[in-house]
């Protein structure tokens, strides 16, 4: 079920209890951030939409839903003029109730919900990996043999709907709406995937992703360790037109950790910087996975020899 929403006494909605959603509280946020840039306190915000600072202080802590007009007022107050940042925060004021296409699954907690929810907002989304393809890239094979490697993570029940949250959430890097970059170490690719023909189907499902534009990958040689003892792994994303990180994730057994912090964000993208520079480039990397596909023990095609 989705969150009930209740009526704000000075116009939208609020979660029921009044408990942010992460949309409304993500548009509260970048509400404070303009104020403040602007050097303006509640009180000019609330005389701009004939309102009261309470409710200023709900809209920037997201305890209420903005309405699209208030944030255009306020952004006309702050002097945001950038197109594309006036879009995103107007397009989460319309979406900040909207129930996600996942809360359809079953399976799917409140934690890894938030989680996609964050996901399908990301315009940019960065992606780090020890000894495992990266889950947005998964082969719905590869998916099931990691699940059975371990098959406490996703009670058996659950598996086939977790399988297919996977797959629709990958639609975003194959229809092109989400700049997509993995980082891989080296054993990532080499590591036998269960079988040769998992492995086989995994790699050049790899090398297909890898051709879009939308697509960077970038393998990390097993020589660089030092590179790779940066962090464990990790998902940035970013929300806007830039690409610095706005939020990290990081995956526990049955769980999804989402940070945000300013101070955990820098280290971040300390190590992503790290990673990229120690990597292979895009086509030495491409070239990487082709040759491991071609060494795997089968008759070569025409196709994978190019």
């Known amino acids: 079920m989705g969150r009930l929403m209740t009526p704000s006494r000075e116009g939208g909605t609020m979660p029921a209890g009044g408990k942010p959603t992460v949309r409304s509280r993500r548009l509260g946020e970048a509400l404070r951030k303009h104020r403040l840039t602007a050097g303006l306190d509640q009180s000019h915000a609330a005389e701009a939409l004939v309102s009261s600072v309470a409710k200023v202080s709900r809209m920037e802590s997201g305890k209420v839903t903005s309405r699209p007009l208030d944030v255009r007022m306020l952004l006309d ?3 945001v003029h950038d197109p594309d940042e006036r879009d995103r925060l107007e397009s989460l004021a319309r979406e900040s109730n ?7 699954y079953k399976g799917v907690g409140e934690n890894y919900a938030t ?11 960065v992606t780090w990996q020890l000894g495992l393809i990266p889950g947005l890239l998964q082969t719905p ?10 098959p406490t993570i996703v009670p058996a029940a659950n598996r ?9 959430r990958q639609k975003r890097i194959t229809d092109g709406s989400v700049r997509f970059t993995a980082i891989m170490w080296e054993p990532a690719v080499l590591a036998p995937m269960g079988s040769q023909d998992v492995h086989r189907e ?18 990390l040689p097993l020589a660089s360790g ?4 940066v962090a464990g792994p990790f998902t940035g994303m970013s929300f806007g037109s830039d690409p610095t990180l706005e939020a990290v994730s990081f995956e526990a057994f049955t769980n999804v950790v989402v940070v945000e912090s300013q101070e955990e964000l820098t280290g971040y993208a300390y190590a992503l910087e790290t990673l990229r520079s120690a990597a292979w480039s895009p086509d030495t990397s491409l070239d990487f996975v082709r040759k491991v596909l071609r060494g795997l023990p089968h008759h070569v095609s025409e196709e994978e020899e190019e």
């Open 226 to 229: 030092n590179a790779a003892r």
């Open 115 to 125: 989680y996609i929810e964050l996901e399908s907002d990301a315009t940019h989304i």
């Open 202 to 219: 995994q790699l050049r499902h790899l090398i297909e992703i890898a051709t879009l534009p939308n697509v960077t990958l970038q393998i």
């Open 160 to 168: 086939d709907e977790f399988l297919k949250v996977r797959q629709a």
């Open 77 to 79: 107050l702050y002097q």
């Open 141 to 150: 094979a590869f998916a099931t043999e990691m699940h059975n490697a371990n």
């Open 98 to 104: 909207r129930r996600g296409w996942w809360l359809d």
